[in-house]
């Protein structure tokens, strides 16, 4: 196939390469990938300051206060408002949202990360890219996909216009049917919206929000464990240095322990349980350390303290919504106890040899055990039915009745899914009702359609539709009960057929819809029209797709930019050298 022309500086249309206009709002996310939901994963909200708004994908009409250690996953979004920022964190890198940003989570796989910047300003630094994977970032007029590890910057304007900064590292962006590797030093300036031009300059000095990023970055290296350099790759590792202790205890090797905790404190009790699709029942912890030890890893006791102990360092560290097992559950569990039409749930921490049973998903259905003695059998943490299903503050509303907690403690340990229907207050995310209004992003920025190279999931299923589904139980019921005229919770498996379009999400009435370009339609005659919801049209013979110059405004010198090949970037001829720093003579 011979590639269209391009104005001046050299970009290549690869063949079978498919841009994909998608229009964003009510995220989407696809709730049952088979027998592994786990496929999913997520992103821990690991700092705030200001007000940061959350937007659940299965909850798409409600804005809540973003939480400290609150798991993003699929069809989630975030929003800062002015003088507000926030971070994320995720296996593959840290992102750092500056004021005014709105990020929508499109696809969060083992495999693929997808995310959306509708307007503001975020700094992705990447520590590593798995060989068959990917890391795209759309916007509404250009794709950037991060070839190699590094520190990239990317904005968004209020026309939608895009600047890539390339710190470190190596990006591709695509847009308007073409697309240009920058390389470490460049800034890329994508403009308009129908048919967007770009220039290459050499990159802005660095601003405020840069140096905020650095300063960030800087408290996240400032650890210096001493425990196997495997595990400090684990998300949440940073703040165990600054708020606990590591050291060698018998029989588990290194070990760690927070600094400063209650007298009765215990671990899962400073926080609270939410819903959060597909694992169900998940620990949102409000310790600002309170990620890993609660994901990752298993808890014992030693002289009269509770420690944490990492996963071995051989083994693959796999994210989990809370490493508990629970005992007792729902209204009316024990005719023994006076439960006043509430009921009972408790859980205590696995210790490193217990076994783990999921709640949630295929999995569950396979796990058969038997004649378990648990470790932490008898630190069991009891809160009735109401606290847990409503997302309240766990250590506020434990219950101290004696009798009530022997009775608890001394219930089996329930296998499978637990028997206690989420409703919507599990969907909080700070735990607490809020009543002021919470800031939304303008209508206009939740409007603007982004360009992606590949399709996101379907939408996520509304939580109203799930909240009325049936909750069935396994093929062998769970020790505990379930409530009167009920079934037990389970994540959902509902899915959006294709074609169809989530529910509206406020303030104005948006539908979100993914347009897919025909891989056969990408040709000199065809060009991605933005701001439409239908296939794009194929231009007049001859008249070829193209990314022009943009008007050059002096603000640095042009940097040639040598023209793509005919493929698309291979992921696995990805440069694993060290990156070279950055360089101002002229490239070839």
Known sequence: MKLPPFVTKGVSLAAGFALILQVRPAPAQQIDRGDDEADQVVARVAFLTGDVSYNRGDDPDDWQPAALNFPMTQGDRLFTTRGAKTELQTDEATVFLGSETELSALTMTDGETQLSIAAGTATFRVHHLSEDGSFEVGTPNASVTFDTPGSFRISVDANGNTCVIARRGKATVAAGGGQVRIEPGDELDVAGIDRPRYDVVDAAAPDGCDQW?????????????????????????????????????????????????????????????????????????????????????????????????????????????????????????????SIGGGGYVGWFPLAPRDPFVPWWGHARANVSVTNVTYVNRNFVTVVNHETFVSSAPVVRNLVRDAAVVKQVSAAPVTRGAIPAAPTKASLRISGTAVAAPVARPPAAMLARPVVTKSEPPPPRTRFAAEEKAEYKQP????????????????????????????????????????????????????????????????????KAAEIALAPHDNKAPRRQVEPLSAKPHPKSNRDKKKEPAPQNETKK
Do not use: C
């Open 213 to 337: 990023v650095e300063a960030r970055a800087r408290a996240e290296r400032g650890g210096g464990s001493a425990v196997d350099t495997s595990q400090t790759k684990l998300v949440g590792m940073a703040e165990l240095d600054r708020d606990g202790r590591w050291q060698e205890i018998p029989g588990y090797g290194r070990v760690w322990t927070p600094n400063v905790v209650e007298v009765d404190w215990a671990p899962y009790r400073v926080g609270h349980w939410a819903w959060v699709a597909p694992w169900g029942w998940t620990w949102i912890s409000s310790e600002a350390w309170g990620w890993a030890p609660y994901h990752y890893g298993r808890w014992v006791t030693y002289s009269s303290h509770w420690y944490w102990v990492p996963e071995a360092p051989a083994a693959h560290a796999r994210w989990s919504p809370a490493l508990v097992a629970f005992v007792g559950a729902g209204p009316g569990w024990s005719a023994n106890v």
């Open 475 to 542: 093929a062998k019921p769970p020790a505990a009960a379930a409530p009167a005229g009920k079934q037990a919770a389970q994540p959902p498996d509902a899915l959006v057929p294709a074609g169809k379009q989530a529910a509206s999400a406020a303030p104005a009435p948006i539908q979100k819809q993914v347009v897919p370009v025909s891989p056969g339609a990408i040709t000199a005659k065809a060009v991605v029209q933005p701001r439409t919801i239908r296939p794009a049209q194929p231009q007049q013979t001859g």
